[in-house]
């Protein structure tokens, strides 16, 4: 239901996003989508990967700090409104989102968008109640691999 | 969180009457002591050049303030009458001789009549059964014995109290434990660093603090915070007790704390302290901090005058209540030779690293950078972030950010720029840390 999501603290300094991303090359693990978030002193990049598991240890050898977190993926119907249709729901049970980024794949004619919520376990309840289910990690991973 | 003092109390007990002196007599044996340490370094060369060109003597110390008419002493007066150049007495009346570390080489040389191994042993048991020290414990020392004054000087001190040493000396850290242990040791004399080594160790072997017969230990021979006071109090489940001292004056024993842990009692019957600003050499106001210098009034083999010790610190002339008459002087937040001069204000990399430590979340590696990009000087404190601490949530990393910058700001009265660095970043060192870079355009002297 939820996915692993690798959180990366980065310095906000030139060539610093280089070297994770080389290392997850070199270690032949796919990035299936991507963030960066950044303040003036840092940045932390957050990524979707075909094998966290193996990125983790693949990036913490590299001398990276790595955070695993758990995120939604969600599909979002792409047309005019698709995305208001989600916030309405989260608006009703007032989840709050931490933060949201995209696949760049779709399913059909939908979107998959990430979500982070301040309280999950409340979000997936909440997206079950209104039938609305996560994409599962094995859904993205086979789309992915298409 | 359970107090570690209330698990262990140490009563207040005075080993030396000379302790609670009334002020008034304290001034009086001073002063007539003083006259007469100017008399017996009369013929030691640095002073009787140094005494010469400022036309003073004996006979012109009239009060305590003429004190302020005599030369300083630094450590390098010291080293250019290498090896015992400053003698005041033959060298058939000496019983001893000790060194300080020279990290520029060779060592500094003290030597000691046997009156002056007398002295010395009586102000260590001052502030060892200040700190709790009673005839039936057993102390184990884990300085190391040698040339280093820490070993033997709080060695005799023990032995003049009449408890039994454990002298294991330094090093082998799971020996040190088991010594603890088996022996049923309840005092700890070593370094403050030492003493967290050994909590590790103990911790390693799965002990808790309740395991460790340990009730307190002595900790000085190098600077140390509250925040560290607290872990080694915690971790061993102990009361620490500072002790200050340094081989110049006379070794350990230069002051220590009373159960109270407000400041540690300066010696004052024998050494006069004055705490100067180490620019002007002024005295600064009482409850500033400054450069201390001692003068060593009872000491006979190598008597100095106006010592400046390079340490900075805080006096505190106000009563404690453990009933001591003498003045207290503050942990040592500092070395002149660390000092950096930032917008005008003081402030020392120890500052910012008891910044750190109020910090939960931060690795006690950091640096400091110093630049003058336009008219101002700016600082950059980076600082590197445990892998533990990291957080997903921005507000997380940032709130960590913010707090490091207030503890900082609290303490120098500056704003730096924080950043936060990846673990291991920064550079790490064998020795001494350089934690400081300078890129400000160099003064020209």
Same mark, same amino acid.
């Given at each position: 239901?939820?996915?692993?999501?690798?959180?990366?603290?980065?310095?906000? =300094?030139?060539? @610093?996003?280089?070297?994770?991303?080389?290392?997850?090359?070199?270690?032949?693990?796919?990035?299936?989508?991507?963030?960066?978030?950044? +303040?003036?002193?840092?940045?932390?990049?957050?990524?979707?990967? @075909?094998?966290?598991? =193996?990125?983790?240890?693949?990036?913490? =050898?590299?001398?990276?700090?790595?955070?695993?977190?758990?995120?939604?993926?969600?599909?979002?119907?792409?047309?005019?409104?698709?995305?208001?249709?989600?916030?309405?729901?989260?608006?009703? $049970?007032?989840?709050?989102?931490?933060?949201?980024?995209?696949?760049?794949?779709?399913?059909?004619?939908?979107?998959?968008?990430?979500?982070? %919520?301040?309280?999950?376990?409340?979000?997936?309840?909440?997206?079950?109640?209104?039938?609305?289910?996560?994409?599962?990690?094995?859904?993205?991973?086979?789309?992915?691999?298409? | 969180?359970?107090?570690?003092?209330?698990?262990?109390?140490?009563?207040?007990?005075?080993?030396?009457?000379?302790?609670?002196?009334?002020?008034?007599?304290?001034?009086?044996? @001073?002063?007539?002591?003083?006259?007469?340490?100017?008399?017996?370094?009369?013929?030691?060369?640095?002073?009787?050049?140094?005494?010469?060109?400022?036309?003073?003597?004996?006979?012109?110390?009239?009060?305590?303030?003429?004190?302020?008419?005599?030369?300083?002493?630094?450590?390098?007066?010291?080293?250019?009458?290498?090896?015992?150049?400053?003698?005041?007495?033959?060298?058939?009346?000496?019983?001893?001789?000790?060194?300080?570390?020279?990290?520029?080489? =060779?060592?500094?040389?003290?030597?000691?009549?046997?009156?002056?191994?007398?002295?010395?042993?009586?102000?260590?048991?001052?502030?060892?059964?200040?700190?709790?020290?009673?005839?039936?414990?057993?102390?184990?020392?884990?300085?190391?014995?040698?040339? %280093? +004054?820490?070993?033997?000087?709080?060695?005799?001190?023990?032995?003049?109290?009449?408890?039994?040493?454990?002298?294991?000396?330094?090093?082998?850290?799971?020996?040190?434990?088991?010594?603890?242990?088996?022996?049923?040791?309840?005092?700890?004399?070593?370094?403050?660093?030492?003493?967290?080594?050994?909590?590790?160790?103990?911790?390693?072997?799965?002990?808790?603090?309740?395991?460790?017969?340990?009730?307190?230990?002595?900790?000085?021979?190098?600077?140390?915070?509250?925040?560290?006071?607290?872990?080694?109090? @915690?971790?061993?489940?102990?009361?620490? $007790?500072?002790?200050?001292?340094?081989?110049?004056?006379?070794?350990?024993?230069?002051?220590?704390?009373?159960?109270?842990?407000?400041?540690?009692?300066?010696?004052?019957?024998? $050494?006069?302290?004055?705490?100067?600003?180490?620019?002007?050499?002024?005295?600064?106001?009482?409850?500033?901090?400054?450069?201390?210098?001692? +003068?060593?009034?009872?000491?006979?083999?190598?008597?100095?005058?106006?010592?400046?010790?390079?340490?900075?610190?805080?006096?505190?002339?106000?009563?404690?209540?453990?009933?001591?008459?003498?003045?207290?002087?503050?942990?040592?937040?500092?070395?002149?030779?660390?000092?950096?001069?930032?917008?005008?204000?003081?402030?020392?990399?120890?500052?910012?690293?008891?910044?750190?430590?109020?910090?939960?979340?931060?690795?006690?590696?950091?640096?400091?950078?110093?630049?003058?990009?336009?008219?101002?000087?700016?600082?950059?404190?980076?600082?590197?972030?445990?892998?533990?601490?990291?957080?997903?949530?921005?507000?997380?990393?940032?709130?960590?950010?913010?707090?490091?910058?207030?503890?900082?700001?609290?303490?120098?009265?500056?704003?730096?720029?924080?950043?936060?660095?990846?673990?291991?970043?920064?550079?790490?060192?064998?020795?001494?840390?350089?934690?400081?870079?300078?890129?400000?355009?160099?003064?020209?002297?």
């Amino acid at each position: 239901m939820k996915l692993h999501q690798l959180s990366l603290f980065i310095e906000n =300094k030139p060539r @610093q996003l280089r070297s994770p991303i080389r290392i997850l090359a070199e270690a032949g693990v796919n990035i299936l989508t991507l963030c960066l978030a950044d +303040t003036q002193q840092f940045g932390i990049l957050r990524m979707i990967v @075909q094998d966290w598991q =193996k990125a983790k240890a693949a990036l913490e =050898k590299g001398g990276c700090v790595v955070n695993v977190t758990e995120v939604i993926a969600l599909e979002v119907p792409d047309h005019p409104g698709g995305l208001d249709d989600i916030l309405a729901v989260i608006e009703e $049970f007032s989840l709050n989102i931490e933060y949201t980024y995209s696949f760049t794949f779709r399913r059909g004619n939908r979107a998959v968008l990430v979500f982070r %919520f301040e309280d999950m376990d409340a979000a997936v309840e909440a997206f079950q109640a209104k039938g609305i289910n996560p994409v599962s990690s094995v859904e993205i991973y086979e789309q992915a691999n298409v | 969180m359970v107090s570690v003092m209330a698990q262990f109390k140490v009563e207040n007990r005075i080993w030396d009457p000379a302790e609670t002196m009334p002020r008034a007599e304290l001034r009086r044996l @001073q002063l007539e002591r003083l006259k007469d340490c100017v008399r017996r370094v009369a013929d030691v060369p640095f002073y009787r050049e140094a005494f010469a060109s400022t036309g003073v003597s004996a006979d012109s110390i009239r009060s305590l303030d003429d004190l302020r008419r005599l030369p300083f002493t630094t450590k390098d007066d010291l080293r250019r009458y290498y090896p015992l150049g400053f003698l005041a007495v033959e060298r058939e009346k000496l019983v001893r001789i000790h060194g300080s570390s020279g990290t520029t080489g =060779k060592p500094t040389f003290v030597a000691y009549t046997a009156q002056d191994m007398d002295i010395w042993s009586n102000l260590c048991a001052r502030f060892l059964v200040a700190g709790g020290l009673r005839p039936e414990h057993f102390v184990q020392i884990a300085f190391g014995y040698g040339l %280093f +004054t820490g070993g033997f000087g709080l060695h005799q001190g023990v032995e003049k109290v009449g408890a039994a040493i454990v002298p294991a000396s330094a090093g082998n850290t799971p020996r040190q434990l088991m010594l603890i242990c088996d022996l049923n040791v309840q005092v700890l004399i070593c370094t403050p660093s030492y003493a967290l080594n050994i909590a590790e160790a103990a911790r390693d072997q799965g002990m808790t603090p309740e395991q460790i017969p340990l009730k307190f230990g002595h900790f000085g021979a190098e600077p140390w915070t509250e925040d560290m006071r607290t872990r080694i109090e @915690q971790e061993l489940g102990i009361v620490a $007790f500072n002790n200050y001292g340094l081989s110049e004056v006379i070794g350990p024993g230069v002051s220590g704390e009373c159960t109270l842990q407000q400041g540690m009692h300066i010696q004052e019957d024998h $050494f006069i302290v004055e705490c100067v600003d180490p620019d002007t050499l002024e005295p600064v106001a009482t409850g500033e901090a400054g450069e201390l210098v001692f +003068t060593t009034i009872t000491k006979e083999a190598l008597p100095l005058i106006r010592y400046r010790t390079r340490d900075i610190a805080r006096l505190d002339d106000t009563p404690c209540r453990c009933g001591r008459t003498t003045v207290r002087m503050s942990r040592v937040i500092g070395r002149t030779d660390d000092m950096l001069i930032i917008r005008g204000v003081n402030v020392f990399p120890s500052q910012i690293e008891e910044a750190l430590l109020r910090v939960e979340g931060t690795s006690p590696h950091y640096q400091i950078e110093l630049s003058r990009p336009g008219a101002l000087d700016q600082v950059t404190v980076r600082v590197e972030v445990r892998p533990e601490d990291f957080s997903d949530r921005m507000r997380e990393m940032q709130a960590l950010r913010d707090r490091i910058d207030r503890e900082i700001h609290a303490i120098t009265g500056l704003r730096m720029n924080v950043e936060l660095v990846k673990p291991q970043s920064l550079e790490r060192f064998q020795g001494k840390a350089k934690r400081v870079i300078d890129r400000r355009q160099m003064k020209v002297e």
